[in-house]
């Protein structure tokens, strides 16, 4: 059997742990062959591959980003997209598919392994953002919130040593995951989300109620949070091809808003790629090779249409389509925890 490994969206710590695992489980039990299939969806839609071996995936674990390449080319939308990837598949004599990524590059998978076209599809889940429904969490996450913690830590010492507020704008387009948890994490006086949206007044009283015992606060907020009386903040205009605005902004906003209100001196810093990069933590490291062994189980049992998932410290296998329809936000009751430690 020969086995297509792709990985779509955004980069993320812990996909070349995910690779190295398909490839060594798959060559040295099942005798399977590898073709890895370059940026993302890109790869089968216009027949660019590379090969994959044991000595092509060796010393790959601790290294960040993928050696596929990534893209967020999605062939739904390109013209004669979906007869492209198929006719390369069936070029290059590829039985199964094994695709990681997150909600975008897992949709078209689902689209792909419905009964209309048949491609035989396994779903690995990679986000950063932990917004995939049914998974516990997926693998990038923890890195992320690890480099967000370290950055507020930091962040503290300077910003008491001028006494000023900081914002610190993290990643997040739907889901507060990362806020909150590097927010908790790193002792934040506001926590800012996208399922919550913020009253501008109540922020400023909250960071002056900290000035005023003479301790200078550190907000974090999400890249998609809103305020009540606005909209999202926005960099430009422009779409991807997956119909995605670029986001980036809401930081730099918010301290300028602050300054106006309170008087007092505001600086937003802004992490954006920073934590996608780097080494993986030792969790994603352990998350993505489970998830990566697990994968090519799936594909040994002609489990098509699956994505694994963790449930718990289990690894289980849930159909493509019910793990893309709708994304996992942050539950009000954990946003309550965290706003006891506000102002």
């Keep these: 059997m020969r086995v297509g490994v792709l990985t779509g969206g955004g980069d993320c710590p812990g996909l070349n742990a995910v690779i190295r695992a398909i490839v060594r489980k798959g060559v040295q039990e099942y005798d399977y062959d ?39 080319t999605n062939p739904l939308k390109a013209e004669n997209g979906i007869r492209r990837v198929k006719e390369n598949l069936a070029e290059f004599e590829v039985d199964a598919l094994i695709v990681i990524g ?5 949709g078209v998978a689902t689209t792909l392994a419905d009964d209309e076209y048949g491609i035989n599809c396994v779903g690995v889940p990679k986000t950063i953002d932990n917004d995939l429904s049914a998974t516990d969490y997926t693998f990038g996450f923890d890195t992320a919130v ?23 704008e993290v990643m997040g387009r739907h889901a507060g995951w990362i806020a909150l948890h590097s927010g908790l994490a790193g002792g934040a006086n506001v926590i800012l989300i996208p399922e919550q949206r ?38 430009d205009g422009t779409l991807d091809s997956f119909g995605h605005v670029r986001l980036s902004g809401v930081g730099e906003w918010l301290a300028k808003e602050i300054e106006k209100r309170t008087g007092k001196e505001a600086r937003t810093t802004v992490l954006g790629h920073i934590q996608r990069g780097g080494t993986p933590s030792a969790f994603d ?26 449930r718990g410290t289990d690894i289980v296998r849930v159909p493509l389509a019910a793990a893309t329809a709708h994304i996992k936000t942050v539950d009000p009751s954990l946003y309550a925890e965290a706003s006891v430690f506000f102002g």
Excluded at 37 to 54: A, C, K, Q, Y
Excluded at 102 to 106: A, R, S
Excluded at 301 to 306: N, S
């Design 198 to 235: 913020f009253d501008v007044d109540q922020v400023c009283a909250w960071v002056e109620s900290r000035f005023k015992i003479r301790y200078a606060p550190i907000v974090v907020v999400a890249e998609g949070a809103m305020p009540k009386d606005g909209d999202v903040v926005l960099k």
């Design 146 to 168: 690890n480099i967000a913690t370290e950055a507020i830590d930091r962040l503290h010492t300077t910003a008491e040593s001028h006494m000023r507020a900081l914002v610190v």
């Design 34 to 72: 590898f073709i890895g299939f370059r940026d993302g969806w890109r790869g089968p839609l216009e027949g660019d591959t590379v090969p994959l071996d044991i000595p092509a995936v060796r010393g790959i674990l601790p290294r960040g980003g993928t050696i596929l390449g990534s893209s967020r």
């Design 285 to 310: 490291r352990w998350l993505a090779t489970r998830f990566g062994l697990h994968a090519i189980d799936a594909v040994r049992d002609g489990d098509f249409g699956k994505m694994v998932a963790l």
């Design 102 to 106: 997150g909600e975008d590059t897992l």
